[in-house]
């Protein structure tokens, strides 16, 4: 019995290293405030605080505007701290304020990708010491705790393996769309040769992107919009390659499609299949298909195509087939009708 192997993709040894962080300084700043001071509150805020910093919260941008992202969110920290701990004391006052203090961080997501990218980490600061009864003479050594974390962490995430994901990130993604750029350009040149080359090479571009993207502990942040923008581009590119391929593979792979379901179908004995460009039909398992060179621009050839499926119109409507037909409009033309029948859907520009 052959055991798959467990493929690991870590671009960059990206996720390595934001994990490396944590195991480092958590640990650090525990065993520090824990035999050192000697403070079990400040040994939890520590702990905690450092978990928050390189766990829960991760800025994008050029360093300055990391820097004072990561401060920020101290700041912010020292004020949850205060006032969840002078809520901590009776049960009512807390929850109402964890309602109230919840919401507004949630919330403030809308103003930009940074506030969105701290509010687990600045709900965890708030949620920590409200939860944990304590007088108000713990709160110096709550936050003592805290500023042990918050400047361990802020040092690590600036000067310990500083991430350069962005900019790794927009490399990809300009290599992906060059490269589908490339494969439409030569979309209806002829050459099948080229074309086949120019779709596994934006094949190749676009799953560097989806892999470097998918293996990032968090998404892209940042206060603009082309920044947020990366959080959807590699799906966006991804369907744009499969469609680009629909239209330049041998046959296109809606065409494979129909033609699957039709050699499942025991009522169809032959297939003739036409295509722009020339494609093997044994290469790709059709026993039933021949293959003929030419274009299908005649709208009486279409109608023809659209009666005759008609008829093993069960046969098409399968996984890996097409979708239920959908109603055509009174005025369409045969091709829009034949299109409308293998439910695709035309829209008029």
């Known amino acids: 019995m052959k055991v798959p192997r467990l493929k690991i993709s870590d671009p960059g040894l990206t996720s390595l290293k934001s994990a490396a962080r944590p195991a480092i300084v958590m640990p650090a700043m525990f065993a520090l405030a824990d035999q050192v001071i000697k403070q079990p509150q400040t040994a939890i805020f520590a702990a905690f605080g450092s978990f928050a910093f390189l766990v829960l919260a991760e800025f994008g941008g050029p ?14 920290g020292v004020v949850l701290i205060v ?40 709900i965890l600061l708030f949620v920590l010491p409200v939860a ?61 040769q080229a074309t086949e080359a120019r779709i596994a090479a934006a094949r190749e571009a676009v799953k560097a992107l989806v892999s470097r ?12 919009r082309p920044r947020a923008a990366f959080a959807g581009l590699a799906d966006e590119l991804r369907w744009l390659l499969e469609s680009l391929v629909a239209v330049t593979g041998p046959t296109g792979d809606i065409g494979r499609s129909l033609l699957r379901a039709l050699e499942r ?13 020339p494609f093997d039909p044994a290469a790709v398992g059709l026993k039933k298909t021949e293959y003929r060179q030419a274009d299908v ?5 279409v109608a023809i195509a659209h009666e005759r499926l008609g008829a093993v119109s069960d046969a098409i409507r399968v996984p890996g087939g097409f979708a239920a037909p959908i109603e055509p409009a009174a005025n369409a033309d045969a091709q829009t009708r034949f299109l409308n029948f293998v439910g695709r859907s035309v829209v008029v520009r």
């Open 132 to 192: 944990v009864p304590a007088p108000v003479s713990a709160i110096p050594w709550r936050l003592a705790g805290f500023g042990l974390a918050a400047a361990a962490g802020i040092c690590a995430v600036m000067l310990l393996w500083p991430p350069r994901r962005q900019a790794t990130l927009s490399s990809d993604a300009a290599r992906a769309c060059l490269a589908l750029a490339d494969l439409a350009d030569n979309a209806f040149s002829g050459d099948q």
């Open 63 to 76: 360093p300055r505007t990391r820097l004072t992202a990561y401060l920020s969110l101290a700041g912010a």
């Open 83 to 122: 006032v969840g701990t002078l809520c901590s004391g009776n049960a009512w006052l807390a929850t109402g304020a964890m309602a109230v203090v919840g919401f507004a961080i949630l919330f403030s997501g809308v103003i930009n990708g940074y506030f969105t990218a701290a509010a687990t980490a600045a």
């Open 265 to 277: 179908s025991r009522s169809v004995k032959r297939i003739v299949a036409m295509a722009r460009r």
């Open 297 to 301: 621009l005649d709208a009486d050839a």
């Open 213 to 224: 993207f998918q293996s990032m502990p968090h998404q892209p942040t940042g206060p603009t």
